[in-house]
């Protein structure tokens, strides 16, 4: 449940993460009325300025529409409980203050209650000494204390579990919500349901009838000033080892007893281990070269030149269980490619031949953006006084069919789950453990750790990805369907 008389402390309020998604989402949040009663949020960040200043910035982060006079409304009412106090993050007196700001908030509830949720906006060099102050400084004696924490979370195996350890001495589990932004999505969350709910996709879901998986993320620009931070990490710790591995886990999980949080992870780690280590061979990467009037990714100045970082990456993971023995799981993804677009493809197995020829494989698809749908191609006999085969699709695209629902933003959704203490759609510390397990050796042969680095191959700004793309695919058994 909520807990009323909650404060929610933004930590990094005036970064990027806190102005693209952190505010939108607190504002999406009670526009819609789930906030809990009694709420403040309070900003901090290093930069000094006053309130005044700070709703300024605000506004500018929150997009509302010249004709949206209720949102505008909302806006104002909205800035009324919220704050800001600036201060550094290593030092205890900051800390100190930013309690005594808060326990001023708190003077005027009217139950004992107190409760805190602190969000960390904030690059990993300061997390530890930031949850180390929370824990001395400002925690909370008479109510729950909640800390929510963002990627990356660690390299590798190594410097996560130094990471986890260290936040460890603070923060337990139960009051650490791990965010992968992709799990708080529409359609990763459908999954489940549409596995489980369904009888005729359950008895489909194995190596009996799936011949290969891709799971792909594609993004129309590149890094555009993002560049430093980009290159120390690379596309694959950026999106594949958390964003679609979490896809993955959940595609391929076995039902957990539950809907708890605990069920869930259990057996989202269970399958996560049967996953070996990625090989060199069922890799291939990229980077996007300068092409149709847009910058490479070494024009980028915040990029080091001659770089090796991939900004494209494909790769093959494998399941050592028995639903999944020798089925392809192919995560691809890329900066500066032709379109948006992050879809699941299950496609099927042929038909045993007999009767048809050449017909196409089914194919399941799970858009989770833009557009969320899923569809199912399949094959029907061509209307009229004949009978051929024609491939074609049962089509459930959200906006079509729920015209009257607006599908939350991810962190809408995450926020309002930390809040209710729901611990579902965040990422248990062994889950990051054997990702980075299944990760770690490709990234140290990437970044040169045992040898020379592997140089990506080019693919040109705004284009597909790599022209080796589409021989990687087929060499996992991948047949392209006729209607695309
Ligand atoms: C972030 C990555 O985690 O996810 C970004 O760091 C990426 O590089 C973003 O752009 C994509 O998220 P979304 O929700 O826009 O698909």
């Not at 190594?158 to 350890?165: A, F, H, K, M, N």
């Not at 992050?342 to 031949?353: C, L, M, P, S």
Request: glycine residues 6%; proline residues 6%; hydrophobic residues 35%.
């Amino acid at each position: 449940a909520l807990k009323d008389n909650t404060v929610i402390v933004v930590l990094g309020a005036s970064g990027d993460l806190a102005k693209k998604k952190t505010y939108p989402a607190l504002f999406g949040l009670y526009r819609m009325g789930f906030l809990p009663r009694d709420v403040h949020i309070v900003g901090y960040a290093r930069t000094k300025m006053d309130d005044a200043e700070y709703h300024k910035r605000i506004t500018s982060y929150i997009k509302i529409a010249d004709d949206d006079e209720d949102g505008k409304a909302k806006l104002e009412e909205f800035k009324k409980f919220t704050f800001y106090i600036s201060g550094g993050y290593e030092d205890g007196p900051s800390f100190e203050n930013l309690n005594r700001f808060i326990e001023g908030i708190e003077s005027k509830y009217q139950s004992k209650e107190r409760n805190r949720l602190f969000y960390l906006a904030l690059p990993p060099s300061v997390f530890i000494p930031v949850a180390q102050h929370l824990k001395e400084q400002c925690y909370s004696k008479d109510g729950k204390n909640r800390i929510i924490v963002e990627k990356p979370f660690g390299k590798d195996l190594e410097s996560c579990r130094e990471l986890l350890s260290s936040l460890k001495q603070h923060w337990s589990e139960d009051e650490t919500f791990r965010i992968d932004h992709y799990l708080g999505k529409e359609m990763v969350k459908n999954i489940l349901v549409l596995r489980f709910a369904n009888v005729a996709f359950g008895a489909a879901w194995d190596k009996n009838s799936i011949s290969n998986v891709q799971i792909t993320f594609k993004e129309p620009f590149g890094t555009e000033g993002r560049g430093g931070y980009f290159d120390e990490f690379g596309i694959i710790r950026d999106i594949l080892q958390n964003h679609l591995l979490q896809v993955l886990s959940v595609l391929t999980m076995e039902r957990p007893v539950s809907f708890s949080a605990e069920d869930i992870r259990d057996e989202k780690v269970k399958v996560l281990r049967a996953i070996p280590p990625i090989e060199r061979n069922d890799t291939l990467l990229g980077q996007y070269v300068a092409a149709n009037g847009k910058p490479g990714y070494l024009d980028d100045d915040t990029v080091p030149p001659n770089s090796v970082c991939p900004t494209y990456a494909a790769t093959t993971l494998w399941i050592h269980n028995p639903r999944w023995e020798g089925v392809p799981f192919i995560l691809k993804a890329g900066k500066a490619l032709n379109e948006a677009k992050v879809e699941v493809r299950i496609q099927f197995k042929d038909v045993t031949q007999g009767i048809f020829k050449d017909i196409s494989r089914n194919e399941l698809v799970i858009r989770i953006q833009p557009s969320e749908a899923v569809y199912l191609k399949i094959n029907a006999k061509t209307p009229g006084l004949n009978t051929r085969a024609i491939p074609t699709e049962m089509d459930l695209t959200y906006k079509r069919r729920f015209t009257e629902i607006k599908i939350p933003e991810a962190y809408e959704a995450l926020i309002l789950d930390a809040l209710r203490g729901d611990h579902s759609n965040f990422v248990r510390d062994d889950e990051l453990d054997v990702a980075w397990k299944i990760f770690t050796p490709i990234l140290h042969w990437i970044d040169g750790k045992n040898g020379p680095a592997p140089k990506p191959v080019p693919y040109p700004y705004g284009s597909r990805g790599p022209k080796e793309l589409d021989s990687f695919i087929n060499k996992y058994g991948y047949k392209r369907t006729v209607a695309e």
